[in-house]
């Protein structure tokens, strides 16, 4: 099994930044595809970014794309979400997950170890 424990939300200003980080631990979190997904209230979870186990390969979703960056460091079994230009629309509980996969994947379904999400909310 893998834990996953999401850290770094919070209230930030509309074009500030907030720095997410996602800590693995059991099971071997290196051959793991890792994603961060998000909810909004009263909406469905979405697909925010995806990395490889390597961390060659990132995809990120439309509405994100040149703001956020997703990153990951094996050696400390953690992976990261920067945030820049935050707008509130951006508004959600941010959930980090892992995939028995080494390869990427944008499909909520495709993963299926969840941590308990950390609020971010940008204010107007």
């Known amino acids: 099994q893998v834990q996953l424990l999401e850290s770094g939300g919070g209230l930030v200003q509309a074009g500030g930044s907030l720095r997410l980080s996602c800590a693995a631990s059991?099971?071997?979190?290196?051959?793991?595809?890792m994603g961060w997904f998000r909810q909004a209230p009263g909406k469905e979870r979405e697909f925010v970014a995806t990395?490889?186990?390597?961390?060659?390969?990132?995809r990120y979703a439309d509405y994100v794309k040149g703001r956020f960056t997703i990153s990951r460091d094996n050696f400390k079994n953690t992976v990261y979400l920067q945030m820049n230009t935050l707008k509130p629309e951006d508004t959600a509980v941010y959930y980090c997950a892992a995939r028995p996969s080494a390869v990427t994947s944008t499909l909520r379904s495709e993963y299926n170890y969840w941590g308990q999400g950390t609020q971010v909310t940008v204010s107007a």
């Open positions: 990395i490889s186990w390597s961390g060659g390969t990132t």
């Open positions: 059991g099971r071997t979190f290196s051959n793991s595809a």
